[in-house]
């Protein structure tokens, strides 16, 4: 069974036969690296422009840090962040693709209306059950994560008797319910660091390949977390290495999608991906 190789978001095709880099702008003062943070419009716009120069398919801009411990914030807090730069990225970059980071329907509503064709869901629609029947509405493709608990709790002794079977028990679940809302394009990303231990991120990493069964692209956010740098000890700012390497072992495993700080590096690891395998 082929997975399924393109994504349409508004009418722009993205062709997963090779595998892309999806690249974050942390529209906020929070995010666990400090380097991604792109708090004004201009260091957004910069950022925007270093990341597709170097090769990204989609920018990922969000505006809530979802970083162990971090609170959700207020709508229109989150509001008042995200669109003023969705709306600058699409006036100065009007061919991207801009994914939106976030878990609640009216800022999905909000952003897409604004140049954003793609919603990055850390909830699957758990948060706001609203959700799914929006993206749907629009018909722009929609990312759902696995995550346990909330941001503020996800890290707090999370457990699993068998933490691959639950995620994908829980995808068997919210991939039902995404297609009963309409929603065509589906990407599934495993929530490495979101209500798991080092050891459930390795045991994830380790058997990726088993959610290939669902015959929809896998995202894989690993990018310079703690699962990196802890064992390494560490921090963010010095994993790089760590993450590339990561990185060339998710795509040897079936990530379609690398979401990254780093866009430079990863298109350099896809590019000597595809050497070995075509």
């Given at each position: 069974?082929?997975?399924t190789n393109t994504?349409?978001c508004?009418?722009q095709?993205?062709?997963?036969?090779?595998?892309?880099v999806?690249?974050?702008i942390?529209?906020?003062?929070?995010?666990?690296?400090?380097a991604s943070?792109a708090?004004?419009?201009?260091?957004v716009?910069?950022t925007?422009?270093?990341m597709?120069h170097?090769?990204?398919?989609?920018l990922?801009?969000?505006a809530?840090s979802?970083?162990?411990?971090?609170?959700?914030?207020?709508?229109d807090?989150?509001?008042?962040l995200?669109l003023?730069?969705?709306?600058?990225?699409?006036k100065?970059?009007?061919?991207?693709?801009?994914?939106?980071d976030?878990?609640?329907?009216k800022?999905?509503?909000?952003?897409?209306?604004?140049?954003?064709?793609?919603?990055n869901d850390?909830?699957a629609?758990?948060?706001?059950?609203?959700?799914m029947?929006l993206?749907?509405?629009?018909?722009?493709?929609?990312?759902?994560?696995?995550?346990?608990?909330?941001p503020?709790?996800?890290?707090q002794?999370?457990s699993?008797e068998?933490?691959?079977m639950?995620?994908t028990?829980?995808?068997?679940?919210?991939?039902?319910?995404?297609?009963?809302?309409?929603?065509?394009?589906?990407?599934?990303?495993p929530?490495?660091?979101?209500?798991?231990?080092?050891?459930?991120?390795?045991?994830?990493?380790?058997?990726?390949?088993?959610?290939?069964?669902?015959?929809?692209?896998?995202?894989?956010?690993?990018?310079?977390?703690?699962?990196?740098w802890?064992?390494l000890?560490?921090?963010?700012d010095?994993?790089?290495?760590?993450?590339?390497?990561l990185?060339m072992?998710?795509?040897?495993?079936?990530?379609r999608?690398?979401?990254v700080?780093?866009?430079?590096?990863?298109?350099?690891?896809?590019?000597?991906?595809?050497l070995?395998?075509?």
């Amino acid at each position: 069974m082929s997975v399924t190789n393109t994504l349409n978001c508004n009418g722009q095709l993205i062709s997963l036969d090779k595998p892309v880099v999806m690249g974050i702008i942390n529209v906020n003062d929070n995010s666990f690296y400090s380097a991604s943070r792109a708090n004004t419009t201009d260091l957004v716009l910069a950022t925007a422009s270093k990341m597709l120069h170097e090769g990204a398919t989609i920018l990922d801009l969000g505006a809530m840090s979802s970083k162990p411990g971090s609170a959700i914030i207020s709508i229109d807090e989150e509001l008042n962040l995200i669109l003023p730069a969705v709306e600058a990225v699409k006036k100065y970059f009007p061919e991207a693709i801009i994914s939106v980071d976030t878990l609640r329907s009216k800022v999905a509503k909000e952003v897409i209306q604004a140049g954003a064709s793609m919603i990055n869901d850390i909830s699957a629609g758990t948060f706001d059950s609203d959700m799914m029947k929006l993206v749907s509405s629009f018909h722009v493709p929609y990312i759902m994560m696995h995550m346990k608990g909330l941001p503020s709790d996800m890290q707090q002794n999370p457990s699993y008797e068998d933490v691959v079977m639950e995620i994908t028990r829980f995808f068997v679940l919210k991939i039902q319910q995404a297609k009963e809302q309409g929603i065509v394009d589906i990407v599934i990303d495993p929530g490495f660091g979101f209500g798991k231990t080092l050891d459930h991120n390795y045991q994830i990493m380790k058997k990726l390949e088993v959610l290939q069964i669902f015959d929809l692209p896998v995202m894989a956010g690993i990018s310079r977390k703690s699962m990196i740098w802890g064992p390494l000890n560490t921090n963010a700012d010095s994993a790089i290495n760590g993450t590339t390497a990561l990185h060339m072992y998710a795509l040897q495993k079936g990530a379609r999608i690398l979401r990254v700080h780093d866009v430079k590096e990863a298109m350099e690891c896809i590019t000597l991906h595809q050497l070995l395998t075509n």
